[in-house]
């Protein structure tokens, strides 16, 4: 029996990381290090002949048995081939649609729009747009959902036409360019430095200072899933540890899959203020 330990980012839109147990016929996965969905890749077997539903049997026994002697947790993480929404006028990576775990798993680019958060997320702010509301306005008025206008000023960097390329990032973090949207040949077979790919989720580089705050926030509000993320520099990882203590809501599901903590300390204190949301 041949069996992989891997983790995965969740996309479209980011949704943290995914731990799977993979005995090539069926896998395990699990958001939380605790709790696995099962899932077989072989038909059901209900109503199959004797030697399939035995097959299913066996693989279903397979994959029960490496969940059982499964590694400690973060499995590594392989989803090296990542799709990026294009800077319109550097044609640089500007925001991380989705990844996938090998070149084969390429699909077509069919949603040319870079989405941060699942439709039914509320309550991400932004203090900075919010006092630039405030101070435009004649008079006091609700501000601007924050989310939306995050979504709209990092797909306005990309448009009018969209360009969206896959890259296959190697081991010192460079990518090699691969097929996409709107992908000029001149493009296809780049070699762009680690340097040129944002480490988190949406490049941190913008003129306006409005834009700027609303991605800090933006990586804020997900500190807790992308502390899981691998290979982060120290001070990217430093900082996400300090912005946890903002939104520590989601540090219980996520904590079992941090690669490491650098100040122990400091997370303990977020984790008891994680378990009091919890709770209440």
Not at 96 to 110: M, P, Q, Y
Not at 201 to 225: F, G, I, K, M, N
């Amino acid at each position: 029996m041949q069996v992989a330990y891997y983790a995965l980012r969740r996309f479209c839109p980011y949704q943290g990381m995914i731990q799977v147990v993979d005995v090539g016929g069926a896998r395990a996965y699990s958001t939380d290090g605790r709790h696995w969905t099962v899932r077989l890749q072989s038909p059901n077997a209900r109503g199959l002949a004797g030697g399939q539903a035995d097959a299913s049997q066996t693989t279903a026994d397979d994959l029960m048995k490496a969940l059982n002697d499964r590694p400690p947790l973060p499995f590594p993480q392989q989803d090296r081939i990542e799709l990026w929404l294009l800077d319109k006028q550097s044609h640089l990576p500007l925001a991380l649609v989705k990844t996938r775990r090998s070149i084969d798993e390429i699909d077509a680019v069919k949603d040319p729009s870079w989405r941060p958060f699942l439709s039914t997320t509320t309550g991400f702010q932004c203090a900075a747009l919010a006092a630039g509301t405030q101070r435009r306005a004649s008079g006091p008025i609700a501000p601007a959902r924050a989310q939306d206008v995050l979504e709209r000023q990092v797909n306005l960097a990309a448009r009018p036409l969209p360009r969206l390329q896959w890259f296959q990032r190697l081991d010192d973090g460079s990518g090699l360019g691969q097929s996409g949207m709107r992908v000029d040949e001149h493009l296809l077979g780049r070699h762009l430095p680690a340097e040129a790919f944002p480490e988190l989720l949406v490049s941190d580089v913008w003129e306006d200072p409005t834009t700027r705050a609303l991605v800090q926030d933006y990586h804020a509000w997900h500190a807790s899933l992308l502390l899981a993320h691998q290979n982060l520099s120290h001070a990217t990882r430093d900082w996400l540890e300090q912005a946890v203590h903002r939104c520590p809501a989601k540090l219980l599901d996520n904590y079992a899959m941090f690669p490491e903590v650098l100040d122990k300390d400091a997370m303990q204190v977020a984790l008891v203020s994680a378990k009091l949301i919890q709770a209440s």
